[in-house]
């Protein structure tokens, strides 16, 4: 004999209860399944290993002695942080802007209505996954372009004053670019308007300080977003900025972005 167990007519289920781990969850697979995730993550990837090896591959050949007085291989190899930066950039603006293109963002506050743990977990799901592969990176750019040098004798290792700084910290940095992405993403809820604000402060600002008068340019450019960040990609330290002062300098900008995007999204109608 079957039981059969039914709930009385009109009776509601309960929804679970939200927490920051369900939270996460949710962001976790809203990551891993939307495609743009795997395009930009590989395009990233690409950029600074596969294109590390190739200006490597490219540099190792023609450098003259002038050159070779300022050379320094770990900084070769991981030299095209600058376009994968504009594709982690680009991610992180799509984690809030493409659910208000969508309008999956209505669901995503309905099911969260508290809000802000929608931010923090979209942050720290992307922290994540962004320093886990950037990290891999950064190594496997370093250790590529080390091999490519080492038949000219100009191979540096891990264990010399500044390089396994600079590995991790192109990750680091690459990470922090990714959280301005997320929050100009929540502050501008626009992809186009996000991701311009987002080059303009990562090529555009510094491009504009080089302008200044030089007593300026002195004084200011070193703490412009960007340029304190790119300080911990120094193997030899710049007076002006301390590699992790800058990195921490960058970071707390990241910060300020994303304080202002979570008032914002407790405040604003999704």
Do not use: C
């Amino acid at each position: 004999m079957t039981t059969v167990l039914t709930r009385p007519l009109g009776a509601t289920v309960r929804p679970g209860k939200v927490t920051l781990l369900r939270a996460l969850r949710s962001e976790w697979i809203k990551l891993r399944t939307v495609r743009s995730t795997s395009i930009t993550l590989l395009t990233a990837v690409a950029a600074i290993v596969g294109l590390g090896m190739l200006v490597t591959h490219l540099r190792a050949g023609d450098l003259s002695a002038r050159a070779l007085a300022h050379f320094n291989g770990a900084e070769l190899s991981l030299s095209m942080f600058r376009p994968a930066q504009l594709a982690i950039g680009v991610l992180g603006v799509l984690m809030f802007t493409g659910e208000y293109s969508t309008g999956m963002i209505h669901a995503t506050l309905t099911a969260v209505p508290r809000r802000l743990p929608v931010l923090v977990a979209k942050a720290v799901v992307f922290t994540g996954v962004v320093l886990v592969l950037m990290t891999a990176a950064s190594f496997a750019a370093f250790f590529g372009g080390q091999a490519i040098l080492s038949s000219a004798h100009l191979d540096t290792h891990l264990s010399d004053p500044g390089v396994t700084r600079v590995v991790f910290g192109t990750a680091l940095y690459l990470t922090v670019v990714g959280l301005f992405g997320v929050a100009l993403g929540a502050i501008i809820r626009s992809s186009a308007g996000a991701i311009a604000t987002l080059v303009g402060i990562l090529l555009v600002l510094p491009g504009l300080g080089a302008l200044l008068p030089a007593d300026w340019a002195q004084r200011i450019d070193p703490y412009l977003p960007s340029n304190a960040g790119q300080a911990v990609l120094s193997v030899v330290p710049d007076p002006a900025m301390a590699p992790w002062t800058g990195l921490s300098l960058f970071a707390g900008y990241a910060a300020a972005l994303l304080g202002l995007a979570a008032w914002l999204l407790k405040r604003r109608d999704a």
